[in-house]
């Protein structure tokens, strides 16, 4: 009985927790930053698939009026700014269904690490590759992990086999620490690097004076959520594998 009571628990614990690493990982709110700087600009680039070539597609401006603040959000997929009045809640306005159709989004290259809007590798950013690359991996082998580690407990129901609770535990415990050396990769860039820089990129050589507020944003909120949940879970279906193997 406490051994059922027990993986119901784990089990409630792994769901939440793998559900709150798929918000983390769909949504674009990893990093949520305002500034004054006035008009931003995207490059964006287009395929010509009958020419087997890239081509530089035409240039796109956000203009901001000079009593609103740009609002820059970005995640795994997407990297978006539009304006907002300078009394809005920056994370709160992130969220308002009724957005301006000013509002910008670029491919955020898979990463919400610096990726610059044009030559690349850019001089000022292409040191903080090796966390781009880590970061990537690290989100999806996390993902994966917790995936299979569902997998094999749903696979183990009702009891069959302690191996399979022991090693769904394990795959739950390795996603755990995946995210949380995620979150310790993301939380070094955003203290290390010069964040403010990044967020203005190009548009900093005319308002070097710019105020700029960055913010951890949902996304990060919600894979650092899904880190102790993922973790309590596997350890407890650690242990109800260990009765199991104990109680034959």
């Known amino acids: 009985m406490r051994v059922g009571a ?7 614990f792994g769901v939440v927790g793998t559900l709150c690493f798929f918000l983390a ?3 674009d ?3 949520v930053a ?4 006035g008009s931003y600009t995207s490059q964006s680039l287009t395929v010509d698939n009958d020419a087997n070539k890239t081509e530089m ?9 000079p009593s609103s603040l740009t609002l820059l959000h970005e995640g795994f997929f997407w990297r978006c700014a539009f304006q907002m009045e300078p009394s809005a809640h920056a994370v709160l306005t992130t969220f308002l269904t009724n957005q301006p159709k000013s509002k910008l989004c670029v491919h955020g290259y898979l990463f919400p690490l610096p990726v610059a809007l044009g030559p690349i590798p850019h001089p000022n950013y292409d040191a903080t590759a090796v966390f781009r690359g880590f970061w990537t991996v690290l989100v999806i ?11 094999f407990l749903v696979c183990g129901v009702p009891f069959i086999s302690h191996k399979l609770y022991k090693l769904g535990g394990a795959f739950l415990i390795s996603a755990a620490c995946l995210f949380l050396s995620t979150l310790l990769l993301y939380v070094l860039w955003m203290e290390a690097v010069d964040v403010a820089r990044y967020i203005l990129q190009e548009r ?6 710019a105020e700029v507020s960055v913010l951890y944003g949902p996304s990060f909120m919600a894979a650092a959520a899904g880190v102790p949940l993922v973790l309590v879970s596997g ?6 594998g260990r009765a199991l193997s104990g109680s034959k």
């Open 25 to 27: 990982f769909g949504t």
């Open 204 to 209: 900093g050589e005319s308002c070097p004076h």
């Open 6 to 12: 027990a993986a119901l628990a784990g089990g409630m």
């Open 57 to 65: 597609a035409s240039e796109e401006v956000v203009t901001a009026s």
């Open 141 to 151: 082998l996390g993902l994966v992990s917790a995936l299979t580690g569902g997998f």
């Open 34 to 37: 305002s500034d004054d700087c």
């Open 235 to 240: 350890l407890v279906f650690m242990l109800v």
């Open 29 to 31: 709110y990893w990093l």
